[in-house]
């Protein structure tokens, strides 16, 4: 079994631009397992067996960090874990700002 791949390997993997939507992803997807499903490849059964692989692989990889964060890639990569946390939830007052001001 072959390692999962990072984030921006899995993007590669799907040829995906790195801003990319949730429709690219699946379009680029479903067009790579047409070209590399085993019935429908002209190269080796193997290749053909490890590419489409590495293509599910590195889908479900991406859609389930996007439906988890709801971020881009990009957003993912370059921030610092407890920046990511306050950016995010900054706006509500549980996590954002246990202590508000007394008025």
Known sequence: MQKPPS???AAAILELPENFSVE????????????YH???CHELPVF???KTQQ???AYRLLFDT???YRVSLSELENIVPGEF?????ASDGVWGNPHPPKK
């Open 85 to 89: 946390w306050m950016k995010r939830f």
């Open 7 to 9: 984030l921006r390997e």
């Open 55 to 57: 293509v599910i692989m």
């Open 66 to 68: 996007i439906k988890k």
């Open 48 to 50: 053909c067996e490890e």
């Open 24 to 35: 690219e992803l699946q379009q680029s997807y479903r067009s790579l397992l047409k070209r």
């Open 38 to 40: 085993p019935d429908h």
